[in-house]
């Protein structure tokens, strides 16, 4: 492979896979008022966050880790200005203490947060602005990716602007257009590991740390342990359990991190565990492993580079794919096999829809990694959904294409229904 194509393989999956504490959303609200905070100097007496409509759907109903189980934008934002250290990215609630907690939860009281819809069609999107009682002033902008950090005001002066006016997401990023599945499958088969060893050591090591505390203890509706009560000790019940799991942890609370995947904890753990659990009972080595994650991760980014960094097109689908291609990876198959997999799973579940991060989410994993061991199994016996057949095409890269079409273009309307029913409640 091109020397240059793979420095640039390597410079996306450090930009993707990182670790993040808590459902992305709230955290990158928490991320835009503890930056606000820094360059105001003082605790406000107001703030007012304006995000976009995926920001709100996201952001409604999942817990904000290490709060003592608050939910929403406000709680988000108060707990990011308590923190106040902009420097610890998307574990930014880490090191909240009790009277941390306390002042979160009398501050909640004070009602010193609004949230406002900001219009626009950009997915992610927040402005946030904060006053102190002297009138002083701070404005901190995020747009298109959890951490890109826009613009940054103090007292009306800009400190910082960088202008992304009419771009997407993809402007703030390295540039994904040598991604394709041929080109991945090359890569992950004959790319030096060394420079991704850290990377892919830390999310094997996160991700099965959350997902063995979801089994663990009670979180939601403990989606993990109801697959191995429902489906028995199989690897592949291990696989959907354990991924569900992580997600159980994660929508509920949990302040351990996920290393994450286009922007999502649930993708980073969709399109890693299934591979984990796999490898461990094949008896893969080390090496084969790592291989399979990078195929799996770079699959995931592919998929999502069309779709967008937040759609009403349900992300742990993209990563279910990108687990069916990985799994197919450590089981010998082949690129045409490994293409089939993942045309074989975006056949099956590309209708799911995300309504919000939740508790919900945690089934809806399981019900993509289902699809993927499914997709996974036929390919291996050389079946394929046929050009013609719904959405599919008559290559991997058209059929990815078309969901990328349906997810960014075609739910655009889903996606402002989704939101205009969650908040008529």
């Not at 613009?151 to 257009?177: C, H, I, P």
Request: net charge negative; with cysteine.
């Amino acid at each position: 492979m091109d020397s240059q194509l793979s420095a640039t393989f390597i410079a996306i999956l450090r930009e993707e896979l990182f670790p993040a504490l808590g459902c992305t959303e709230p955290i990158s609200i928490a991320l835009a008022a503890a930056k606000a905070r820094e360059v105001l100097g003082v605790e406000p007496v107001s703030i007012v966050v304006r995000c976009s409509g995926n920001l709100i759907k996201n952001a409604k109903s999942v817990f904000v880790p290490n709060t003592g189980g608050l939910k929403g934008i406000a709680a988000s934002a108060i707990a990011g200005m308590i923190a106040g250290d902009s420097s610890r990215g998307m574990q930014v609630l880490a090191a909240l203490t009790d009277a941390d907690r306390a002042r979160i939860a009398l501050l909640l009281g004070k009602n010193i947060c609004s949230t406002k819809i900001l219009e626009g069609e950009d997915g992610l999107h927040i402005i946030l602005t904060m006053r102190a009682q002297n009138g002083d002033s701070s404005l901190v902008e995020i747009i298109h990716t959890h951490t890109n950090i826009s613009r940054v005001e103090r007292n009306g002066e800009t400190l910082f602007f960088r202008d992304f006016a009419g771009t997407d997401y993809k402007a703030a990023l390295t540039d994904r257009s040598g991604l394709s599945i041929e080109r991945i499958f090359d890569f992950a088969r004959a790319a030096d590991m060394e420079p991704l060893n850290d990377l892919i050591a830390m999310q094997i090591e996160c991700n099965k740390a959350i997902a063995a505390e979801g089994l663990r203890n009670t979180y939601g509706l403990n989606i993990g342990n109801a697959v191995l009560e429902v489906y028995g000790d199989s690897v592949w019940a291990r696989i959907r359990a354990n991924a569900a799991a992580g997600s159980d942890a994660r929508m509920n609370g949990c302040g351990m991190p996920v290393v994450i995947n286009s922007g999502s904890g649930n993708q980073g753990m969709t399109a890693s565990l299934p591979l984990i659990l796999y490898a461990e009972s094949m008896g893969s080595g080390k090496d084969t492993l790592y291989r399979a994650l990078v195929l799996s991760n770079l699959v995931t980014i592919r998929i999502k580079a069309e779709i967008g960094r937040m759609s009403a097109y349900c992300g742990a689908i993209s990563a279910s794919a990108g687990a069916a291609a990985g799994i197919t990876y450590l089981a010998g198959g082949t690129l045409a096999q490994i293409e089939a997999a993942i045309v074989n799973t975006l056949s099956d579940v590309s209708g799911i829809v995300c309504d919000g991060a939740k508790a919900s989410c945690a089934a809806k994993i399981a019900t993509g990694i289902d699809a993927a061991i499914l997709a996974h199994h036929l390919a291996m016996r050389g079946k394929v959904y046929e050009s013609g057949a719904g959405l599919v095409k008559d290559s991997v890269e058209k059929t990815i294409d078309a969901i990328g079409r349906l997810g960014h273009v075609g739910m655009k309307e889903t996606d402002a229904e989704i939101l205009r029913i969650m908040l008529a409640d």
